[in-house]
């Protein structure tokens, strides 16, 4: 087992791109959230690399919600994490000191809106007078209202109902909801006895995101440390996207991912695909830190006030976003 940790780490290390400079004794620990998707990002977190090239002892966790990540990070017990651009945009309204400072992931197939066999949907509009499945508040949950607004339909013809993945996957199998907009594995269950109308990629002018995000004091005092990361995320991402045929059930790579996130390795390759990871020349642009991202966070906030989520939008929330630590890794 030691002997495969080594391979891996040795394997990550040539992947990441990261140098070899040795850690100092200095016990530094910073705490990385993350919520456990089968992404390349993983293959950092099963690389001590990050820890060897910036001198810091780096402990991720796995969390399961973005209100567990937001809650955390207002403790000060976690500095950097991945979140979602809906929990994003709760955290900065509440107050929370954290910036946006590169993308994990854009959404696309990863979720989708599932509609149960024997229902009788097979559009958007179908849904007038079903019950669908969604966890509240989240990235799904905005791009069911997306799809609706885009579809022309009226929320209040839909009956919506707040419910966890678990819950949604119990419910299915008692026939409780008609269709669920959800990611995975839940999705995956779901498609067993169902099919996609249409996924968070396809529902436009409503982009869903999961995001880094960094303590606004930390990234400050150790602005070293968050280059590096991106620098070391941005090399797994370009690895992936130089070459998605590669990345096969029997590949390192995917091996490593499947062992991380709980998957299957055969699995792998298809949850990939409902990912877009944009290069960090992409992220600069204005579709992404160019304007976009702060346009979206507003966008998000108005849509979660509306759902009671939270009581008001802040004027301006470009202080949330920060792509210099981008910028400085792009040199």
């Avoid at 809906?86 to 590169?102: D, N, Y």
């Avoid at 702060?294 to 966008?299: R, T």
Wanted: net charge neutral; proline share 4%; hydrophobic share 45%.
């Amino acid at each position: 087992m030691i002997a495969k940790l080594w391979k891996c780490a040795a394997a990550a290390a040539v992947l990441l791109g990261l140098g070899t400079h040795v850690a100092t004794a200095d016990d530094k620990t910073v705490t990385i959230g993350h919520f456990g998707n089968a992404t390349p990002m993983q293959l950092v977190a099963a690389s001590n690399e990050l820890s060897k090239q910036t001198g810091w002892k780096v402990e991720w966790r796995k969390f399961k919600s973005g209100a567990e990540v937001i809650a955390a990070m207002a403790s000060g017990d976690v500095k950097l994490s991945e979140l979602g651009s809906s929990p994003i945009a709760i955290g900065a309204t509440q107050g929370v000191e954290l910036q946006l400072f590169m993308i994990s992931d854009a959404i696309g197939s990863a979720e989708a809106l599932i509609a149960r066999n024997g229902t009788g949907i097979d559009k958007v509009a179908d849904l007038k007078g079903k019950t669908v499945g969604v966890p509240l508040g989240s990235t799904s949950h905005f791009s069911l209202m997306g799809a609706l607004e885009n579809a022309g339909i009226a929320a209040s013809t839909v009956k919506v109902v707040g419910m966890s993945p678990d819950q949604i996957v119990a419910a299915w199998s008692q026939n409780e909801i008609d269709a669920a907009f959800i990611w995975d594995p839940a999705q995956s269950k779901l498609r067993q006895n169902g099919k996609i109308i249409i996924d968070a990629g396809q529902v436009t002018g409503k982009p869903t995101y999961d995001g880094w995000v960094v303590n606004t004091q930390f990234g400050k005092e150790h602005r070293d440390f968050v280059v590096a990361f991106v620098k070391a995320i941005a090399n797994a991402d370009a690895s992936y996207n130089s070459n998605p045929g590669a990345w096969t059930a029997d590949s390192a790579s995917v091996k490593t991912i499947a062992e991380r996130a709980g998957a299957k390795p055969a699995e792998v390759p298809e949850i990939l695909k409902g990912y877009g990871f944009p290069p960090l020349a992409d992220q600069v642009s204005s579709a992404w830190f160019g304007g976009g991202t702060q346009k979206n966070i507003a966008v998000t906030a108005k849509f979660l006030m509306e759902q009671k989520k939270i009581s008001t939008v802040l004027d301006d929330y470009s202080k949330f976003v920060n792509p210099s630590f981008i910028a400085d890794a792009m040199k």
